[in-house]
């Protein structure tokens, strides 16, 4: 049995804690036999357990605790607290195993709810589970979600070579904001859904960039950002934003413009990958 699960980017700008895409990167696991201990054989780096300690084995417990050990194969393209949803990945993977494992015909609704309850916000674990753009809110303990087709586009991600923990690009956040500004601040992220939703992608860019939830904030944690907004303003790219928490940047570039934007990314003196990726439409 395998399962694969997508990369993610949440927020998309001020879609913060709520919107999120699926994209052509991903975690697979393989279950290859029966053992008297859970073990998961990878590659990932010594830091990442291979025994029941892994976060994968963990969340596949807490869903159905009385599934009986296995060996696994982890694979993973998607790289570890660089905002592109890596932990969100193996919780959703763990929930899959636990449902394919235990026969507990889980529905999507179910896991986006499990996924939800154990991430803290949607705007990850659900595009994971379906694929696409989605858009969910979680409030009084409850997601609703709704996915939609995201416009054709080329998704840049432009990955510096350094970690950045979700939790500490949280603690830079502030615990309020003013009444004025939230308003403003919502009508923004409404007008960018509204205009993914037209496949309007010039008008969905220039919304992404003006996101007043988060960016402000975490700029000292990525200073790249506004550097490579200039290039994409320069080269009349659709918009560029820090993926979910950071340090990844994701450019949205009209395809015949994509290569000589990745050349000019190439140049800047900034120790990245630089990666081509598509939206994933199917999510696990
Ligand atoms: N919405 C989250 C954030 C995504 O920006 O902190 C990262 O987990």
């Given at each position: 049995m395998k399962i694969r699960i997508p990369a993610t980017s949440a927020n998309l700008g001020p879609g913060f804690d709520s919107c999120g895409i699926a994209l052509s990167q991903y975690l697979s696991i393989e279950v290859l036999e029966n053992a008297a201990e859970w073990k998961i054989i990878h590659s990932?780096?010594?830091?990442?357990?291979?025994?029941?300690?892994n976060l994968l084995i963990q969340t596949a417990l807490k869903v159905a605790p009385d599934l009986s050990p296995k060996v696994l194969k982890m694979t993973s393209d998607i790289p570890l607290a660089r905002g592109l949803g890596s932990s969100s990945s193996v919780i959703v993977g763990g929930i899959e195993l636990a449902n394919r494992l235990g026969n507990l015909n889980l529905s999507q609704k179910d896991k986006v709810q499990i996924a939800t309850e154990m991430e803290g916000h949607p705007d990850n674990v659900a595009p994971a589970i379906c694929g696409d753009f989605v858009v969910a809110s979680y409030v009084d303990g409850e997601v609703h979600s709704v996915k939609h087709h995201f416009p054709m586009c080329d998704v840049i991600a432009f990955i510096p070579d350094m970690q950045l923990l979700t939790s500490e690009s949280r603690s830079v956040l502030p615990t309020s904001i003013p009444y004025k500004e939230a308003v403003q601040a919502s009508s923004i992220a409404n007008v960018m859904i509204a205009a993914i939703l037209n496949g309007n992608l010039p008008l969905a860019g220039r919304m992404m960039e003006k996101?007043?939830?988060?960016e402000a904030y975490r700029k000292n944690l990525v200073p790249h950002l506004e550097q490579i907004r200039l290039l994409s303003h320069e080269m009349g790219l659709y918009g560029a934003f820090l993926s979910?928490?950071?340090?990844t940047v994701l450019i949205l570039s009209p395809e015949e413009k994509t290569d000589e934007m990745v050349r000019k990314l190439g140049k800047l003196s900034i120790s990245a990958t630089i990666h081509v990726l598509s939206i994933d439409q199917e999510g696990i």
């Open positions: 990932l780096g010594s830091d990442i357990p291979s025994d029941a300690t996101d007043r939830w988060h979910g928490a950071g340090p």
